[in-house]
Nanobody, 128 residues
Framework: QVQLVESGGGLVQDGGSLRLSCAASGRTFGMYAMGWFRQVPGKEREFVAAISWSGQSTSYAESVKGRFTISRANSKNTMYLQMMTLKPEDTAVYYC?????????????????????WGQGTQVTVSS
């Protein structure tokens, strides 16, 4: 059974930091692009960050650029999202996703519909 499991969410004050993890099991995603998305109730799920298989190529939503850092440890089949200087508007359920296709390339995408595997989400709440 293929699973992506997020962890590390929680309640933090405005300006605080959190580190999310996404652990994969059931198959290896080390050769594929992965990404983080987030969703607030009543709103569309939105792109946060994406990373190529090697970790050398990344992209970010403008709203998080300079504050969030995406990374991965393929030997551990795990991806991370370091979130700094958090703001109340960062409050959301955060999802990790894996895109199976274009292995061992620098390709990564903000298009959620290209991702075939998703985690169950972890809540991040930033209080003002």
């Amino acid at each position: 059974q293929v699973q992506l499991v997020e962890s590390g969410g929680g309640l933090v004050q405005d300006g605080g930091s959190l580190r999310l993890s996404c652990a994969a099991s059931g198959r290896t995603f080390g050769m594929y692009a992965m990404g983080w998305f987030r969703q607030v109730p009543g709103k569309e799920r939105e792109f946060v960050a994406a990373i190529s298989w090697s970790g050398q190529s990344t992209s970010y939503a403008e709203s998080v650029k300079g504050r969030f850092t995406i990374s991965r440890a393929n030997s551990k089949n795990t991806m991370y999202l370091q979130m700094m200087t958090l703001k109340p508007e960062d409050t959301a359920v955060y999802y990790c996703a894996a895109r199976v296709g274009a292995p061992y390339t620098d390709y990564h995408t903000s298009n959620q519909y290209e991702y075939g595997y998703w985690g169950q989400g972890t809540q991040v709440t930033v209080s003002s």
